[in-house]
């Protein structure tokens, strides 16, 4: 059986992971809308590049620190007769912090992108989207153990894994709630990619996880009726160490 052909929305797709699945999915013969908050150039290329492989391609621009961020980027979507069947929460900020050092105005940043946000439009996407949609969350192979150094992001991303799983069960059987857990995919924005190489030894199957890798993921997750309230890791096995890497992934400036 040929997979459904969706409208999808995916949120910081201008540029890096987020990038790569909105290609995955265009490849595929969806229609995509591709949300962005700085990337403007970005993420007008990405939108001809994908006009370019005969989808539809539209684009919605939102901070996601304010809170009306998600009514806006449907209401943009709605304006350009966009109706998404398919969400897939990917912009995120990662920060590292000890948590003796984790001002309270940071962790409420860190929470409102990495948490809110993405809860916050999936419950007006689920309100709107018809029967059999979709939704999938990016989180992150660190929700697996405690992880002290990234406090505030691997707490959000908890809570958005218990969001994932508890929206499943209330949402059932008109949605699916997903969510990808990746592990070493690319250095933090403002990290040297190489910075990654010394902490591959520490992954079971020796090897970094790519963009693509995650979008097929997304991939599968989107097209498996069966599935939903899963939490697939596409890691390299890395969430089975239960630790985190030990070589800190700092921005050098
Ligand atoms: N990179 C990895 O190795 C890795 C590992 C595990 C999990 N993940 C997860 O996979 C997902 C994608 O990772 P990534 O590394 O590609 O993410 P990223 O580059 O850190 O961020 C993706 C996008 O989020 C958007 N964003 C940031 N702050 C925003 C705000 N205030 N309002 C709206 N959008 C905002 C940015 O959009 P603009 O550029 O348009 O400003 C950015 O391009 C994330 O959820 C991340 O937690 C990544």
Redesign the pocket.
Known sequence: MNPMKHKVLI??A?????RAIAEAFADAGNDVAIH????HAEAEELQRLLQAKGVQAVLCQ????VPEASKEILAQLSRQSFAPDLLIN?????QRARLSDLAPEALAELYR?NFFAPFELMQLFAKQAPPHSCIIN?L??RIAFPDPDAGGYAFA?QSLRDATLACALEWAPRLRVNAVA?????S??GVPPEKINPLLPQVPLQARTTEQDVANACLFLANAPAITGQILFVDGGLHLRGHSPETPLQRTK
């Open positions: 949120t910081g201008a540029k890096r992971i987020g962005y908050h700085t990337s939102a901070d996601l620190r990917s912009a995120s900020v990662y992108i990016l992150d192979q991303k990746p592990g070493l995919v690319l933090p924005p």
